[in-house]
């Protein structure tokens, strides 16, 4: 009898412990990175109500919508302190990398050789727009979705309802390669100073006190999929 206890004891601590360290360990999502990039003459809100931004407002509900500093980076090198392309072992795209896992760029802005080939694909927009360059990175990568792809699209557009439009047909067109149930989506307005995390699950609690800076955004998402 005592065996049986005893047994059944050592099978509930086994339970528990493997159960604690699958709370604790990396999350596998997809991530979608999203960066609305201001142009030389950025870009206003039409009038005080605000221009009509139905997906933007959707997500903006679903998700946590953190403050940033002034930007005084570049394009290129604030990609590279949010993500780590240079950085870190424990970087965003370090670890995608290590791990084999797709990763796929677009942007509207030009970005140097140096962080492109980083990337696994990141076409040119061209004529098409960012958007479809991004989908056919994800086709020319045979993204399928049991996959976990680190996706990184810079749009600039030219007014609000540009802006929603293009997340909405962005989100509609990754669907069929990416599960988005178990993808974190980051809406990051470099004019508006503000990054919109949405993902299938959050942290217990937000230890963001102020407004954060490229690196410390990048620490933020790699506590979200706890890297």
Same mark, same amino acid.
Request: aromatic share 4%.
């Given at each position: 009898?005592?065996?049986?206890?005893? !047994?059944?004891?050592?099978?509930?601590?086994?339970? @528990?412990?493997?159960?604690?360290?699958?709370?604790?360990?990396?999350?596998?999502?997809?991530?979608? @990175?999203? *960066?609305?990039?201001?142009?030389?003459?950025?870009?206003?809100?039409?009038? &005080?109500?605000?221009?009509?931004?139905?997906?933007?407002?959707?997500?903006?509900? &679903?998700?946590?919508?953190?403050?940033?500093?002034?930007?005084?980076?570049?394009?290129?090198?604030?990609?590279?302190?949010?993500?780590?392309?240079?950085?870190?072992?424990?970087?965003?795209?370090?670890?995608?990398? %290590?791990?084999?896992?797709?990763?796929?760029?677009?942007?509207?802005?030009?970005?140097?050789?140096?962080?492109?080939?980083?990337? %696994?694909?990141?076409?040119?927009?061209?004529?098409?727009?960012?958007?479809? /360059? /991004?989908?056919?990175?994800?086709?020319?990568?045979?993204?399928?979705?049991?996959?976990?792809? @680190?996706?990184?699209?810079?749009? %600039?557009?030219?007014?609000?309802?540009? =802006?929603? !439009?293009?997340?909405?047909?962005? @989100?509609?067109? *990754?669907?069929?390669?990416?599960?988005?149930?178990?993808?974190?989506?980051?809406?990051?307005?470099?004019?508006?100073?503000? /990054?919109?995390?949405?993902?299938?699950?959050?942290?217990?609690?937000? *230890?963001?006190? !102020? &407004?954060?800076?490229?690196?410390?955004?990048?620490?933020?998402?790699?506590? =979200?999929?706890?890297?």
């Amino acid at each position: 009898m005592k065996r049986r206890v005893v !047994g059944g004891v050592l099978g509930l601590v086994v339970v @528990l412990g493997v159960a604690w360290m699958m709370s604790r360990a990396p999350r596998q999502w997809s991530v979608l @990175l999203v *960066v609305s990039e201001p142009p030389a003459g950025a870009w206003l809100p039409a009038a &005080a109500s605000g221009p009509a931004t139905p997906r933007l407002s959707k997500l903006g509900g &679903a998700g946590v919508r953190l403050p940033l500093v002034a930007p005084s980076l570049a394009l290129s090198e604030w990609l590279t302190e949010v993500i780590g392309a240079s950085g870190p072992s424990r970087s965003v795209l370090s670890i995608w990398q %290590q791990r084999g896992w797709p990763t796929v760029g677009a942007s509207a802005v030009g970005v140097p050789s140096a962080l492109r080939a980083r990337f %696994q694909e990141f076409p040119e927009p061209g004529s098409s727009g960012v958007v479809d /360059a /991004a989908l056919d990175g994800l086709e020319a990568a045979g993204v399928s979705p049991s996959q976990s792809p @680190l996706v990184v699209v810079v749009a %600039q557009p030219r007014s609000a309802e540009e =802006w929603d !439009g293009m997340i909405s047909r962005l @989100l509609d067109g *990754v669907a069929a390669r990416m599960s988005l149930s178990r993808t974190m989506v980051v809406v990051v307005d470099r004019g508006d100073r503000s /990054a919109l995390l949405i993902a299938p699950d959050r942290p217990d609690g937000l *230890v963001v006190t !102020g &407004a954060l800076s490229p690196s410390q955004l990048g620490a933020e998402i790699r506590r =979200w999929l706890r890297l």
